[in-house]
DNA sequence: TTATATTTGTGCGTATGTATA
DNA sequence: CTATACATACGCACAAATATA
């Protein structure tokens, strides 16, 4: 295909190929031609082209439909996300004027593991609960979160974040009028399959993991969270 | 393979239940069987256990190694690394009593493009060095970085940087003694091709993405960045 | 040190399923 | 209903890296 490329793999060469096709149509080139076709350009049998697309779609570059085609994916904007001692989630959405929403997924009783009871700084197995929520901004989901509340404190709030779609005022019912932020570990990963499914995107995005601790206005801690934010749907903006 | 499973791929069983075995072992299973072996107990073909095998892969759960087998990953504990105002690489890694080194990798000479200018308060197209860095705790490879300077103001930026190994020191070898951070944001995205490179991670591999801004003590902007850091090796901490 | 076997990686051919146009 | 286009699955063959006798 190309000369003096000995030691590299065809499907290699033929993601190459197609990555430089896309980036020279400068943005104009909008579906791939159809996999048979691109084998018979290559002269590589049409696995080969399949497996050269699957890293293009691992890379975000290509999207294939099933009996429609393979398209570039033209990559919108992100979403700022200002994490604060006061990070709301709701409150971030509508600044950027979108209609945020947070669906209630699951939730359960369980006890503290050590992690967490020691965020929450609570004893080994002290109840908790556990509430799985995802959150969208104008109908796009962009996260979903694990958060774990004292259960003797917040008896009602899993019921109160089903009714309200929000932690601020899921808390507020059960008699926290304010809180704040005390730390935010950022890390990544791949999105793992269950989250996938609910975020309905491809099952190798990326997401920006976050784990945090709220605190009350005497700061106690309140409630400890882990969230999934799929990172080409939001950027987290740190002021410091 | 199970009953009442018929909607569903057989790789996506056979992935399924080769992370059911591994989870399961607790720990103990350090090493799968060969593709043969798993092909005939799952009573598919081996391209089907490759398939499953790669996504357990790129989740990060197994790795291949040709001519040897396929282990099971055992993910190392993330080092911490706080944000702040006074972020630097070499404080940070040497906090932790690991030994920090930064190489550069490239740089040149170029004009500032619109995002650049802005974030530095420069004019369009206005003259900066940018340089390419690499930075390493204990020997392993943490993150690369893109930085761009001001041209005018720091002449001798890239031959203080290959000299020292640290942005710190070269900026004071420049003229700066102090510099904040004004802002982060925080991303997440798949390795480039050539981080990867460089980073001797798979090809596959999760970066955390940020870009920042600092200043010197008269709050005049004079370095902008762009870092990718291994996501399994490093977790940033922001205080609030 | 040298063969030989083992194990993963690559590539092709073929067939069939499923969603879309 | 038919043709198109991507998705899944099997079988075969050989290459490349490693392990073992």
Redesign the interface.
């Known amino acids: 295909m190309i000369a003096g490329d000995e030691g590299i793999a065809r499907w290699r060469k033929v993601a190459d190929a197609i990555r430089a096709m896309i980036d020279d149509s400068r943005g104009a080139m909008e579906q791939l031609p159809v996999e048979a076709a691109l084998a018979e350009r290559f002269q590589v049998n049409r696995h080969t082209v399949r497996r050269a697309i699957a890293v293009l779609q691992?890379?975000?570059i290509l999207r294939a439909e099933r009996g429609r085609g393979t398209f570039v994916e033209r990559r919108p904007a992100?979403i700022?996300y200002p994490?604060?001692?006061r990070?709301r989630f709701s409150e971030n959405i509508t600044a950027q004027s979108r209609q945020p929403a947070g669906r209630l997924i699951a939730s359960g009783r369980e006890p503290a593991t050590a992690p967490i009871a020691a965020a929450l700084g609570l004893r080994l197995g002290a109840p908790l609960h556990r509430l799985e929520s995802m959150n969208v901004a104008d109908g796009l989901p962009m996260s979903m979160a694990t958060s774990w509340f004292p259960a003797e404190r917040f008896p009602g709030i899993v019921a109160a974040y089903a009714e309200t779609g929000s932690i601020t005022r899921a808390l507020a019912a059960e008699g926290v009028d304010d809180y704040?932020?005390?730390?935010?570990?950022?890390?990544?990963?791949?999105v793992s399959p269950a989250d996938a499914e609910h975020l309905a995107c491809p099952?190798?995005a990326?997401?920006?993991v976050t784990h945090s601790v709220n605190l009350d206005a005497e700061e106690r801690p309140i409630q400890f969270s882990h969230s999934r934010f799929l990172?080409?749907r939001?950027?987290?903006?740190?002021?410091?």
């Open positions: 691992a890379e975000g992100r700022a994490v604060g001692a990070t704040r932020r005390m730390e935010t570990r950022v890390s990544a990963a791949r099952a190798d990326v997401v920006l990172a080409d939001i950027e987290m903006v740190f002021r410091t």
